[in-house]
């Protein structure tokens, strides 16, 4: 089954404990990005990819970092989280810049 | 990207066909309209997009007018798993950026 798996999918963590959230796709997808969702803000996109070793800051990258060794694979790395980065996070993928998006189930991230 | 104005609720009766308007009076002539959806914090799941023409498929038809500064997603016949909060989004088809800029949307209630 086509799909962007997320994990782990709830996390709760205290501040300044680097975590990182695995983004995985089987569809050999090109494109890749992370948003985060938070209430009264909408979807804010934070990093994207757009092809292996490629990657590039979206509207809120501060604080997070990204890579992109493997295409499949997205991970989402925060070095020292602080509670402003409690929110919900979705990763998504696309075969090409401009196709539809598929995004992940979501990851509910709270640091305290 | 253009912006794009929704109305913030709707409800519709289950089996009725769901009219949901978009305003993008900004749009460029290069600027597709695409819509998701989210049902309650799951990952937005794309619908559909469109240029010019209207545009059908399994899940909802897209017609947008003749000048492109509105648009309509009709679902044809809602039903209760439809209730979701649906995204208007115009964007640069094929742009190196892929970003998706979600505003607030239309909450939509499918009622019994």
């Known amino acids: 089954e086509a799909q962007v798996t997320q994990n782990p999918r709830y996390l709760i963590t205290v501040t300044g404990k680097k975590l990182t959230v695995t983004c995985s796709q089987n569809?050999?997808?090109?494109?890749m990005s992370w948003y985060r969702q938070d209430p009264g803000l909408g979807l804010r996109q934070i990093y994207y990819s757009m092809n292996v070793e490629v990657t590039d800051k979206g509207d809120v990258p501060e604080g997070y970092k990204v890579s992109r060794k493997e295409k499949r694979n997205f991970p989402l790395i925060l070095e020292s989280p602080s509670p402003n980065q409690t929110s919900l996070y979705f990763c998504?993928?696309?075969?090409?810049?401009?196709?539809?998006?598929?995004f992940g189930p979501g990851t509910r991230l709270t640091v305290t | 990207d253009a912006k794009t104005t929704q109305p913030t609720s709707m409800d519709c009766a289950e089996g009725r066909a769901a009219n949901l308007p978009c305003n993008h009076s900004t749009i460029s002539g290069n600027e597709y309209v695409y819509w998701y959806r989210q049902i309650h914090s799951q990952g937005p799941q794309y619908i559909i997009h469109?240029?010019?023409n209207n545009e059908t498929n399994e899940m909802a038809s897209l017609i947008i007018t003749e000048d492109r500064k509105s648009s309509t997603l009709i679902l044809p016949h809602a039903t209760l798993r439809d209730t979701a909060v649906y995204y208007c989004?115009?964007?640069?088809?094929?742009?190196?950026?892929?970003?998706?800029?979600f505003g607030a949307g239309t909450q939509v209630v499918v009622t019994p």
């Open positions: 469109g240029l010019k």
């Open positions: 569809m050999n997808h090109e494109y």
């Open positions: 989004i115009v964007r640069v088809g094929g742009d190196s950026w892929g970003k998706l800029q």
């Open positions: 998504a993928s696309s075969l090409l810049t401009g196709d539809e998006q598929y």
